[in-house]
C-alpha cells in the first residue's frame, strides 16, 4: 500500500458549520440539554461529502450491558458514509451526570484493510457535557502505531478528544430553527516520522503535530444531532512527498445535516 493510502486511511479515522447570521451564541453555559435514548428513536441525515451526496440513517435498537453497565446499543440503517453515522455504528450510549457517554470502537474504517491496528476502542468517552465550558477537554484517547510500508518505516502517535464547544440558544440550519443547542468538537490530532537512516527519525507530516481531523457536532435539546461538519486534512513534508511521488497535501470536507427523524 503507498504512503499517500496509509496515511489517509489511518488519520481518516477519525469544522465548522456554517449558520445563518442571527444566531444567538450564548457562552455562558446557561442551559442544559437532552439527549434522547428511547428504543425506536431514528435519525436521517443528508451528507456532502467534497460534492458527492448519500444518506444515513442511525437508530437506538435496544439495551445492551457492558461491564454490567446498561447502555442504549446505535445501529445504522445501511453501511454509512458520515463521520457521525460511521461513529456510532454498533457502539453504545448513555446519559450519566448531565453526560452523554459512548463505549465501543471508534475505528470505523477498520472494515478496510489498513496496514496496521488503529485502537481507538473507548470506554464512557464523553461526546457532551451540559456541565463543561467552551474550550475544556472532555475525554481523549492516544497511541501509537508502527508499520513498514514500500520497504520505508513508518509510527504515528495519535491523540483522539473531544472538546467542549459553543453554546446557542438558538440556531438556523436549512430554514429550520433549533433551540438550545451545545456543540462539541473531536479532534484527531497526529504525527509520524519514518527512520529511512538509521538512528535519524525525519518527520513525514509538516508541520509535525497536526489536527488532521476536526468535526463539530450540533446537539438541539430532546433531538439530538441537528448538524455535523468534519474536515479531514494533512500535509505531509516536501522531500518525502518528491521522493515517493506523491501528493503533499490531502483533505476531504464533510457535512452531515439531519433531515428526518423520529422521537419516542
Not at 428513536?41 to 454490567?68: E, K, L, M, P, Q
Amino acid at each position: 500500500m503507498r504512503l499517500k493510502s496509509y496515511l489517509f486511511i489511518a488519520l481518516a479515522v477519525s469544522s465548522i458549520y456554517s449558520c445563518s447570521n442571527d444566531n444567538d451564541d450564548n457562552p455562558e453555559n446557561s442551559f442544559s440539554i437532552t439527549f434522547p435514548l428511547n428504543d425506536g428513536n431514528y435519525w436521517n441525515y443528508d451528507i456532502v461529502t467534497d460534492g458527492a451526496t448519500s444518506r444515513d440513517s442511525v437508530f437506538i435498537s435496544h439495551d445492551t450491558v457492558i461491564n454490567s453497565i446498561t447502555y442504549k446499543k446505535v445501529e445504522t440503517e445501511v453501511i454509512p458514509t458520515g463521520f457521525y453515522s460511521s461513529s456510532l455504528k454498533d457502539n453504545a450510549l448513555r446519559n450519566n451526570n448531565q453526560k452523554l457517554l459512548l463505549t465501543g470502537d471508534l475505528s470505523f474504517l477498520a472494515g478496510q484493510s489498513l496496514p496496521v491496528g488503529v485502537d481507538l476502542s473507548v470506554t464512557d468517552f464523553t461526546i457532551l457535557d451540559n456541565n463543561a465550558s467552551s474550550g475544556t477537554q472532555l475525554s481523549s484517547k492516544s497511541g501509537s502505531i508502527s508499520q513498514t510500508i514500500n520497504s520505508v518505516p513508518v509510527t504515528m502517535n495519535y491523540t483522539l478528544k473531544t472538546v467542549a464547544g459553543t453554546d446557542y440558544e438558538s440556531i438556523t440550519i436549512n430554514n429550520v430553527t433549533y433551540q438550545n443547542v451545545k456543540t462539541t468538537n473531536v479532534i484527531l490530532t497526529a504525527s509520524a516520522y519514518t527512520t529511512i537512516i538509521p538512528g535519524y527519525d525525519q518527520d513525514i507530516l509538516s508541520p509535525s503535530d497536526q489536527n488532521v481531523m476536526v468535526s463539530e457536532i450540533l446537539f438541539a435539546d430532546g433531538i439530538g444531532a441537528i448538524a455535523i461538519t468534519t474536515d479531514i486534512s494533512f500535509t505531509l513534508d516536501a522531500s518525502i512527498a518528491s521522493g515517493l511521488g506523491i501528493s503533499q497535501s490531502q483533505s476531504q470536507h464533510q457535512e452531515e445535516t439531519l433531515d428526518t427523524y423520529h422521537i419516542n
